[in-house]
């Protein structure tokens, strides 16, 4: 299983803004500076967790972004599902145009999809604040000042 670089972005957004205190801004470009990625990328994943609630943008001068929801409150096994495009681990995955000729009677499949349940169900026992216990260290490595 791999997770997309969106679902990666969108899960260092989220762990960046927990970092952060309630009511301190951050920007794109600081988050994209700090991961060394793309701003461009960082703006369509900061649209998409705004447009799920889990963050709210402050605009104009002196703007930004920050959590809108308590890091114990965001599911992470939720926020994949909701990041990831499809979960075809395997070709008959995709059961509007398999290729694989032996899916109809293929059992590999059935043991893929119990481990990719697997997977998500571990997801769904975490929450970003799960993620945030080591703020100090995290801060350090991402040269965050908090205050």
Excluded: W
Aim: charged letters at 25%; a neutral charge; proline letters at 2%.
């Amino acid at each position: 299983m791999r997770l997309t670089l969106y679902t990666d972005y969108s899960l260092r957004v989220l762990i960046y803004l927990g970092l952060k205190g309630d009511d301190q801004l951050s920007t794109i470009q600081e988050i994209a500076d700090r991961y060394n990625i793309s701003k461009n990328h960082l703006m369509k994943v900061t649209y998409d967790l705004g447009q799920l609630g889990l963050i709210e943008t402050i605009r104009g001068r002196g703007g930004g972004i920050r959590l809108k929801v308590a890091p114990k409150d965001i599911n992470i096994g939720k926020l994949v599902r909701h990041t990831e495009e499809d979960f075809h681990i395997v070709d008959c995955f995709n059961r509007e145009n398999p290729l694989c000729i032996i899916s109809p009677s293929c059992q590999l499949k059935h043991v893929l999809y119990e481990a990719l349940q697997a997977f998500l169900n571990v997801l769904d026992r975490y929450t970003l604040a799960d993620f945030l216990h080591s703020k100090e260290e995290l801060s350090n490595l991402l040269q965050m000042k908090l205050d």
